[in-house]
Each structure stands twice: as C-alpha cells, then as structure tokens.
C-alpha cells in the first residue's frame, strides 16, 4: 500500500515562496513517475508539475518558471518549491503516485495566497 503524506502548506502573501514537500512509504519514488495537482474552490483538479522517474519535468503553462518541482530518493520525498506566488495558486495540493495501474493520492496541504 502506498501512503503519502504531504507538509508545507500554509498562507503567504503574494509574490512570496513555499516549499511542499511529499514523504512516501517504500522506493516508490525512483520507480514511478510523481506528481503534484491542486485543487482550486470549485474547480477541476489540475496537474501543477510532474517529474518522470527518469527525472523529465513538465509544468502547467501558468506555473512554468515559478514552480520547480524535484526529488530526493534516499529520503523518499518529493517537494514542489513554488516561488512569486499569485492569488490563482490558492488550492488544495495533492502529491501524487502515477503507476500504469492507478494514481495513489495524498491527503492534500491547503496553500492560501493573498493578495
């Protein structure tokens, strides 16, 4: 079984920082590609950034050199360090495992940006 537990969460001003960081149970994180989303109020969620196990990124086009998102294998994490935040990054996010089979999710970390 698979758990994430996302930390990092919190509110900032605009044009502020914050560092999400993802810790995961067993050596998932070299094996598979992960990810983070988020979760706008009345919103779809939608893919903030992914890392492949290969270590390619991609990025949503409206965090694209802002967001930078890595990992660290000996520690089983993955962070998303997220930079010159705007009031739109508010959302709920989620961290997660991208197998063949399924997404395993995180519980979620509320990021509140202020204007």
């Known amino acids: 079984q698979v758990q994430l537990v996302e930390s990092g969460g919190g509110l900032v001003q605009a044009g502020g920082s914050l560092r999400l960081s993802c810790a995961g149970s067993?050596?998932?994180?070299?094996?598979?590609?992960m990810a983070w989303y988020r979760q706008a109020p009345g919103k779809q969620r939608e893919l903030v950034a992914r890392l492949t196990r290969s270590g390619a990124t991609n990025y949503a086009e409206s965090v694209t050199g802002r967001f930078t998102i890595s990992r660290d294998n000996a520690k089983n994490t993955v962070c998303l360090q997220m930079a010159s935040l705007k009031p739109e990054d508010t959302g709920i996010y989620y961290c997660a495992v991208l197998t063949e089979f399924r997404t395993y999710w995180g519980q979620g970390t509320q990021v509140t940006v202020s204007s």
């Open positions: 067993g050596s998932i994180f070299r094996i598979f590609d």
